[in-house]
């Protein structure tokens, strides 16, 4: 087997368990943040100063984990397309003249 082929496939497998991990993730993420947002809107205590922050908080963490993944998604393409088993235009296998 080639080892582009075995790195490409690892990498896949890589990709695939990154995925499902940052999916479960961001499911509790959610749902802390739900029970987050419930605890504020009954907690007549917590002034609207505080109330803001936490929101902007909330907010900039989904911000960052969305940016997070993108930069991961485009990453890992990249490193499946240089492992691919495609050859780089421009470049032949041959090496004779």
Known sequence: MDQKQIIRQMLEFNKAAFDSHFKA???FQNQNEQYLLRFLDKSTWVPEKGK?????????CKTNCENFKACTDENYRKALDYFS???PQGKSKDKTG
């Open 25 to 27: 993730m961001l499911f």
């Open 52 to 60: 803001k922050a936490v929101n902007e908080g909330l907010a900039a």
């Open 85 to 87: 088993n495609r050859q």
